[in-house]
């Protein structure tokens, strides 16, 4: 990996950044009455990091030839993208309220469509589909040398999904260099831990017999999650390099502390009196480096 300062400054504008959209993603389940708030929390960092600085994309027009491509594979989590876009002016949160799951203007929905929603590179429901077509993405770019890398985010609980690991066999295969996973590994999943539903441990060891670079930080923490992005070898589509896994140890709920690492919030609404906790929670767990 190549190895680079991260600026601090740099860092603290994307935590400050995060404590916004973790305000505005509570408040977004709150007015539309459904989310799986547990995940979309664990993966603000991610989100933000790659959306705010890491990721070669332009808001103002998400089809952009040249954009790299995010694959939301947790589609579940929509919310948390939808509240990105919506800072990012490409929405306005009462339009995204107004035109969700509504029947006949029907745009945003628990789980993502790209028909509806430009900014979705793939439409998301069923979990375990994301990194085989984030896997004929990379191979897509490099048929046509396109200097575009993907990156694919999944869950630690999607990793029961056996289409998974055929695509961790066939990116490794590929030497596709212009791929990187990002798995939130909260540890959660909706009946419980992922530890006694079927276990993926050791997974660093395992990504790495697939042949892949691996990773693994604190998820929750914008300085390592910088770090790791900006140490990504470049995207060349030609050259065969391993593909990178960055395991981001995460917290499900994180920011909340009544929602912190309880399985219960893994899907679900929340009232006005937990709103009102929770972003006292979100402000007062607020970072200061």
């Given at each position: 990996?190549?190895?680079?300062?991260?600026?601090?400054?740099?860092?603290?504008?994307?935590?400050?950044?995060?404590?916004?959209?973790?305000?505005?993603?509570?408040?977004?389940?709150?007015?539309?009455?459904?989310?799986?708030?547990?995940?979309?929390?664990?993966?603000?960092?991610?989100?933000?990091?790659?959306?705010?600085?890491?990721?070669?994309?332009?808001?103002?027009?998400?089809?952009?030839?040249?954009?790299?491509?995010?694959?939301?594979?947790?589609?579940?989590?929509?919310?948390?993208?939808y509240t990105v876009y919506q800072d990012l002016g490409m929405y306005t949160m009462d339009y995204m309220v107004e035109h969700f799951e509504s029947l006949d203007t029907y745009k945003f929905g628990m789980h993502s469509n790209r028909l509806k929603v430009p900014a979705i590179e793939v439409s998301a429901g069923s979990l375990?589909?994301?990194?085989?077509?984030?896997?004929?993405?990379?191979?897509?770019?490099?048929?046509?040398?396109?200097?575009?890398?993907?990156?694919?985010?999944?869950?630690?609980?999607?990793?029961?999904?056996?289409?998974?690991?055929?695509?961790?066999?066939?990116?490794?295969?590929?030497?596709?260099?212009?791929?990187?996973?990002?798995?939130?590994?909260?540890?959660?999943?909706?009946?419980?831990?992922?530890?006694?539903?079927?276990?993926?441990?050791?997974?660093?060891?395992?990504?790495?017999?697939?042949?892949?670079?691996?990773?693994?930080?604190?998820?929750?923490?914008?300085?390592?999650?910088?770090?790791?992005?900006?140490?990504?070898?470049?995207?060349?589509?030609?050259?065969?390099?391993?593909?990178?896994?960055?395991?981001?140890?995460?917290?499900?709920?994180?920011?909340?502390?009544?929602?912190?690492?309880?399985?219960?919030?893994?899907?679900?609404?929340?009232?006005?009196?937990?709103?009102?906790?929770?972003?006292?929670?979100?402000?007062?767990?607020?970072?200061?480096?």
């Open positions: 990996m190549y190895q680079y300062n991260v600026d601090i400054e740099l860092v603290e504008e994307l935590e400050a950044k995060a404590v916004k959209i973790r305000k505005d993603l509570l408040n977004f389940i709150y007015r539309i009455g459904m989310g799986h708030l547990g995940g979309e929390l664990s993966i603000v960092e991610i989100a933000v990091a790659l959306y705010y600085k890491y990721m070669n994309y332009d808001p103002k027009n998400p089809k952009w030839e040249e954009r790299d491509r995010l694959v939301l594979s947790k589609g579940h989590c929509s919310e948390t993208f375990g589909h994301g990194l085989p077509i984030a896997v004929g993405m990379a191979l897509g770019a490099r048929m046509q040398k396109k200097n575009w890398r993907t990156f694919v985010l999944t869950g630690d609980g999607e990793l029961n999904e056996g289409t998974n690991w055929e695509a961790f066999m066939a990116g490794g295969h590929h030497q596709l260099g212009n791929l990187v996973a990002l798995i939130d590994k909260n540890g959660l999943q909706m009946t419980g831990h992922t530890r006694d539903t079927l276990t993926i441990d050791p997974l660093d060891k395992k990504l790495k017999a697939f042949n892949w670079d691996v990773v693994s930080i604190d998820g929750n923490d914008m300085y390592a999650v910088c770090e790791a992005l900006q140490n990504l070898p470049p995207a060349d589509p030609v050259s065969r390099r391993k593909p990178v896994a960055i395991i981001l140890n995460t917290v499900k709920g994180k920011g909340v502390d009544f929602m912190e690492d309880v399985a219960t919030w893994h899907g679900g609404g929340i009232a006005k009196e937990q709103l009102e906790e929770a972003l006292v929670s979100v402000e007062k767990n607020r970072r200061v480096r």
